[in-house]
């Protein structure tokens, strides 16, 4: 698969949702983080504003459930109008059954982890998936540095997939920008989340195509 760029709306002017989502044509994905006060410190938006964003873009929602009970939520997520949804490992008590209820739906099923949540316990649950997130901040907030000590961990996760013939994509968020995304790329990364790069540049689409080839520099892709 190519690269892909998903802005992330957690960085985009709330009031103006669907202008921002047009703001950034030519990425891949729209990345909409769910948050509830709960399993992370912030409160952002949730189904309502997802159903909403879904008719005003032709861009694929890829939402991320930042959320105590995903299992309970996440196929709602769907029905919203979300065309991929990942939910945290560290949250959800049936991953397998959550993954398949996602993907029975029509949608993308994702797991994501912290930083320092392991890869490799969950070696068995990757199959059912067609995406793991990996996350390169702790989760809650936009704006914060990349740790690259999450990048070593990018590299096993590709050669985890690689062993079992997986085609399954790699997605990081936390800390994207053009100093970072070609180390990510170059450990297996596939698709990026980038908030405050996006939405701060003069030129929000030029600063997707700009990643993009960054990525795909490093890649060879």
């Known amino acids: 698969m190519g690269i892909q760029i998903a802005p992330s709306i ?117 199959a059912e998936l067609d995406m793991i997130l990996i996350m390169t901040v702790e989760p809650g907030f936009g704006g914060q540095k990349f740790l690259d000590v999450c990048v070593p961990k990018i590299r096993r996760t590709r050669q985890l997939l690689d062993k079992h013939g997986l085609d399954l994509w790699i997605e990081i968020d936390g800390g994207v920008s053009a100093d970072t995304i070609e180390r990510c790329a170059e450990a297996g990364a596939d698709v990026f989340v980038a908030g405050t790069a996006v939405y701060a540049a003069g030129d929000p689409n030029a600063m997707v195509e700009q990643l993009r080839g960054l990525a795909e520099q490093a890649t060879g892709r």
Do not use: Q
């Open 10 to 126: 957690l960085s985009a002017d709330f009031a103006r949702l669907a202008d921002e989502a047009t703001a950034v044509s030519s990425a891949d994905w729209l990345h909409v983080d769910v948050m509830d006060n709960h399993f992370v410190p912030n409160l952002t938006l949730g189904m309502p504003v997802v159903e909403s964003l879904a008719k005003a873009t032709n861009t694929p929602l890829d939402c991320h459930l930042m959320i105590e009970d995903p299992d309970r939520w996440a196929p709602g997520y769907v029905e919203a109008g979300a065309a991929s949804v990942t939910f945290h490992i560290e949250a959800c008590r049936a991953p397998i059954r959550t993954a398949r209820e996602i993907r029975a739906k029509g949608a993308r099923a994702a797991m994501a982890l912290r930083p320092a949540t392991p890869i490799e316990p969950y070696e068995d649950l990757l």
